[in-house]
């Protein structure tokens, strides 16, 4: 039912199926793969980041930050890709480049480097905004790419875990329903 879908073999380079696959739409919290694969490239997992009040509150999903606590950069990136923390990735864009618009520019630049021809984005959440889109073909290999790195990799097959006394739980369904599924991102 999906409208744009593009299905690839990684191991082979083959596209098994594809519909409506250079067509440019909205993408919505598949930007978190960008961002995940952005800050993993850029930051130690270990490294503390402070939250400050401009990462909390931000409309959607949430890991539910407040000002004042600090997490490393490995559990932002599991309350971003495992519960879809807006609030998380706004912290961890921050915390790489300085500012949203700055790492906006570092996540374009990403897309040009691995040849992602019809993408572009303005945020790291992926919340609707004029000029932040992609296709399925970009997506496609956009998480071949990440999934080839182990850090990347562990984040998204993560099913659940525990930060700071609360658990988080994968919305990505496919990982308990589709047998050897790894990730990436629903």
């Excluded at 399925?136 to 080839?148: G, H, I, K, N, P």
Aim: aromatic share 6%.
């Amino acid at each position: 039912s999906a409208h744009g879908v593009m299905l690839y073999c990684a191991d082979t380079g083959d596209t098994l199926y594809e519909k409506n696959a250079d067509e440019k739409m909205l993408i919505a919290s598949t930007t978190k793969i960008m961002t995940a694969i952005v800050v993993i490239e850029n930051c130690r997992l270990d490294e503390r980041v402070e939250i400050l009040p401009e990462y909390c509150g931000i409309e959607g999903s949430s890991m539910y930050l407040a000002p004042g606590q600090s997490y490393t950069v490995r559990e932002l990136l599991l309350g971003m890709m495992l519960v879809s923390g807006n609030d998380a990735a706004t912290a961890l864009a921050y915390h790489t480049a300085g500012s949203i618009e700055d790492f906006a520019d570092m996540m374009n630049g990403k897309a040009k480097a691995l040849g992602l021809v019809n993408t572009a984005y303005k945020n790291p959440h992926g919340l609707d905004e004029l000029g932040h889109f992609s296709t399925a073909r970009d997506l496609t290999v956009l998480a071949a790419y990440c999934m080839q790195n182990e850090d990347f990799a562990s984040v998204v097959s993560t099913k659940s875990c525990t930060v700071n006394e609360l658990t988080y739980v994968n919305h990505n369904k496919l990982l308990w329903n589709c047998e050897g599924c790894i990730g990436v991102k629903t």
